[in-house]
């Protein structure tokens, strides 16, 4: 499908143009372009991957680079990573990025911070000019689940979005449970509030309770966009 094949052309070109052969440890993201990722890599051969550690970002992450036979390292074994290549579920002008929209953004923002070159990989639909313009759930927030209550009622009142909720599971019964034993709460803003993102994560991020903020602020080096006519859209 035209989503499927900008994903894999945006997860290629990142890979030929930011992995190199000097690069040790890298930082592999979560979602469903970075397994692009992993498949380009891994066809850069037995000998350019002999050596090099893969540093996972959740669950599904270490399953993708175990199934795919790359060693796998720990982010406190490896604090110093070379290049980390992730997801994103809406990417600004400014290379800011809504992340979360799988629950793994606490280990994905340590692995993106940990690396010299922090890129992300997306199909067109997450090329935005500004946030929660194309991805309606708005921003995720990993809460510790004792006070989850509390801070979804600051973040309704306090920090405008009246409609944030709790994250449901759907084939279990209750809340998204990340692979931190956390909640998730999704809190849409209008994009007007989300003019200067640094600023609504500074705010959530102060609120007790709160672990991690799915905005990634001035941290994205470079962004690749794979797009329906097969051309791909690079931004620095
Ligand atoms: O949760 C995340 O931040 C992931 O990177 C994810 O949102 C990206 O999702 P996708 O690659 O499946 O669109």
Not at 85 to 107: F, P, Q, T, Y
Request: charged residues 20%.
């Amino acid at each position: 499908s035209g989503i499927e094949s900008s994903k894999r052309l945006a997860a290629y070109t990142a890979v030929d143009h930011h992995i190199k052969p000097e690069h040790r440890v890298i930082g592999i993201g979560s979602g469903s372009t970075v397994p692009y990722v992993v498949e380009r890599i891994v066809q850069q051969g037995q000998e350019a991957n002999k050596g090099r550690v893969f540093i996972p970002t959740g669950f599904q992450s270490r399953q993708l680079i175990l199934n795919a036979k790359l060693s796998v390292g720990d982010v406190d074994e490896y604090p110093s990573i070379d290049v980390t290549i992730d997801g994103a579920d809406e990417v600004d002008s400014s290379l800011n990025c809504i992340k979360g929209g799988g629950a793994c953004h606490l280990r994905e923002k340590v692995i993106a911070e940990a690396a010299q070159t922090f890129i992300v990989v997306a199909d067109y639909r997450k090329n935005s000019q500004s946030l929660c313009t194309n991805y309606p759930p708005g921003v995720p927030i990993e809460v510790v689940p004792f006070a989850y209550g509390k801070v979804l009622t600051a973040v309704q009142k306090s920090i405008g979005s009246p409609k944030a909720t709790l994250r449901m599971a759907i084939k279990k019964a209750g809340p998204v449970v990340t692979d931190n034993g956390h909640f998730v709460i999704d809190a849409p803003f209008e994009p007007e509030r989300m003019q200067d993102p640094s600023a609504v994560l500074r705010q959530i991020k102060l609120l007790t309770g709160v672990v991690e903020v799915g905005l990634f602020c001035n941290m994205a080096k470079a962004a690749y966009f794979g797009n329906e006519d097969g051309t791909v859209t690079i931004r620095h």
